[in-house]
């Protein structure tokens, strides 16, 4: 039979939850610097990729700037310029014989209550819209209520203002008219 003895004045001391702690703690850092590290390298990578990108963006704008140069200066030349301004006037003079004066007219009838009478018609081309100014005597302020309310309410007509709204003389307004009234609006014509 063997007895076991401990002839040791002090007991051996256990270091197991001492180094447990320990190496799981180094497991635990070691994953945070290593988690840490890629994050820094994949956002070192993704400024590279950025300051590439912009680089290249920056290249090709000073390119497009160029080139605006270079036409501008070609846009400025003398030749270039009375070719454009004709152009100008010639377009401007198709855009004002493609108004359809005749459609107008049938639509203004249409709206046209009795004891008004249109006086004078401006248009205007005004960026692809066709912008009228009407002068219309009225006999009353009835029936030039009317017309205004009909001018608002077409499909044809748009954005009515009103310019200004006089009242001539008695006896000295243009077929002895109670109300002379000029407006603005728009005419889509469709």
Do not use: C
Not at 76 to 82: C, E, F, L, T, W
Not at 119 to 144: C, Y
Not at 167 to 183: E, F, I, K, S, T
């Amino acid at each position: 039979m063997q007895v076991r003895l401990n002839l040791v004045t002090k007991p051996v001391e256990s270091h197991r939850h001492f180094l447990a702690g320990a190496s799981l703690s180094a497991f635990v850092a070691a994953a945070v610097f290593l988690s840490l590290g890629w994050h820094v390298y994949s956002v070192r990578k993704a400024a590279t990729e950025v300051l590439a990108r912009t680089a290249k963006i920056n290249e090709e704008r000073s390119e497009y700037e160029a080139r605006r140069r270079e036409l501008e200066r070609y846009f400025k030349q003398k030749s270039v310029a009375d070719i454009h301004d004709r152009a100008a006037f010639i377009n401007g003079i198709i855009a004002v014989r493609s108004f359809n004066w005749t459609k107008m007219f049938m639509d203004l009838e249409h709206l046209l209550p009795g004891g008004v009478r249109i006086i004078s018609v401006e248009p205007k081309q005004d960026s692809g819209h066709v912008e009228l100014t009407l002068t219309f005597g009225a006999a009353g302020d009835d029936v030039k209520l009317q017309f205004i309310h009909a001018l608002e309410t077409s499909q044809q007509f748009s954005e009515v203002q009103i310019r200004s709204d006089v009242m001539p003389a008695l006896g000295n307004g243009p077929n002895n008219d109670q109300r002379v009234v000029q407006l603005s609006t728009y005419y889509s014509g469709t």
